[in-house]
């Protein structure tokens, strides 16, 4: 594919860490490693950082919050800019969940430029008449983007064929594994970890604290896994008490923490280059989360190439990574028995577990999803933004099958 300029837009984008940010981060500094000029259309969230920032072939220009909406903000000026780069990219790349997803894939309509959706995630706002009455507006927009764009991708056939939402445009919907890649380890943060009580036997847990991610599962397991592994820990990597939207979750969590205090040890948000050591140190990763806010969970694989297994809550997408590798268990969402039954398993069968990396790496490869990627773009660009082809025959092909491909 020839370099091209491609405009990736979101809600947040780094520093700010979730799945979502990530994922967005490993795609645009593969395009611009492959010589395509990328520009991020983001909000600033936090008015310190800069408006416009240049890294090499990225420029990355963040719109000023006039203010901040549940896990959203709103930006007045956001429609002025996206009008000015739509017109001036080759294709549109706008990940969802997004209040501007409609906006931004009307304008490249309007234009005459390939719009192309990533579909990260269902939202799913915290309970409350506000938060309702959001997702009502929010719905139809999102059925909007989603008409209208060109094509979108999901991070698994799995996740795609169970979505509600992605049901309706599966003759556009095609699926791209999300980027899993680590930095080489950094030997001193291994040492650096230790010192912070980072020991065998270790229950490793790398999420921001949000109600959909049920940490509260977790701690309720935690006295079963105790009676069977006395002096089990478990490790938090993540942000905890300031995640946006989610101070109440946190309130609601204390008790739990309290009776558990002195096994649980929180790290706070650890730096890309330590995450290699912090999945080395533990024994299992545990990915507890409730519902399709969750559509992968890339910590997953993570964790399998440091040679870590993991425990993950049988959920379309999530359980991806354990079905297509079995270095892992799936284990019900929302059933602290079933969860703590696995974690004593894996814990004290954990050589039965573990595969070469080399096995993780053929399953999942950053390089190929990229390679997918501009493939869909140069298939785009030549059709002058027709469809590609989708998942809608693998949905008749599963028709009254609860059983969908990996």
């Known amino acids: 594919m020839r370099p091209r300029n491609v405009l990736v837009a979101l809600t947040y984008y780094r520093p700010h860490v979730s799945g979502l940010t990530v994922y967005a981060h490993r795609l645009v500094q593969r395009l611009a490693l492959r010589g395509h000029s990328v520009t991020v259309l983001t909000s600033r969230y936090d008015p310190r950082l800069p408006p416009r920032e240049r890294q090499q072939n990225i420029e990355i220009v963040r719109v000023p919050v006039w203010r901040k909406v549940s896990k959203g903000v ?29 906006l931004l894939v009307g304008l490249a309509r309007a234009f005459g430029k390939p719009a192309v959706l990533t579909y990260q995630c269902d939202l799913k706002l915290p309970v409350g008449w506000f938060n309702r009455a959001v997702d009502a507006a929010l719905v139809p927009l999102n059925h909007a983007a989603a008409a209208l764009a060109s094509h979108i991708v999901a991070s698994s056939e799995d996740y795609a064929l169970h979505s509600p939402f992605l049901q309706r445009y599966l003759s556009k919907v095609s699926a791209i594994a999300p980027f899993v890649e680590l930095p080489p380890p950094a030997t001193e943060w291994q040492a650096r970890l230790r010192e912070r009580g980072v020991a065998s036997p270790c229950i490793g847990f790398a999420a921001r604290f ?80 409730l519902n399709s806010t969750e559509a992968f969970g ?109």
């Open 74 to 102: 709103i930006m007045p000026l956001f429609p002025f800019w996206a009008w000015h780069f739509v017109r001036r990219t080759d294709i549109v790349n706008v990940h969802m969940p997004q209040f501007e997803a409609a």
């Open 210 to 289: 949000a109600e959909e991610k049920g940490v509260e599962f977790l701690l309720q397991a935690l006295s079963a896994i105790v009676e069977k592994i006395p002096d089990v820990r478990v490790v938090f990597t993540g942000a905890y008490k300031d995640t946006v939207g989610e101070q109440a979750y946190w309130e609601r969590l204390q008790p739990l923490i309290a009776q558990h205090r002195e096994r649980l040890i929180f790290l706070d948000l650890l730096p890309d280059e330590a995450m290699p050591s912090f999945y080395g140190l533990c024994d299992v990763l545990v990915l507890t989360s």
């Open 298 to 406: 890339m910590v997953q694989v993570e964790a399998m190439l440091c040679g870590t297994p993991v425990v993950a809550t049988d959920l379309p997408g999530v359980r991806e990574a354990v079905r297509r590798t079995g270095m892992g268990e799936i284990v019900p969402p929302r059933d602290p028995v079933a969860l703590a039954e696995a974690i004593v398993r894996v814990l004290r069968n954990r050589p039965f577990y573990v595969r070469p990396r080399e096995e993780i790496e053929a399953v999942f490869s950053a390089d190929r999803s990229v390679r997918e990627y501009e493939e869909l773009f140069e298939h785009l660009l030549s059709s002058k933004g027709r469809m590609a082809g989708g998942l809608s025959g693998t949905r008749q092909r599963q028709e009254g099958s609860d059983e969908f491909p990996g």
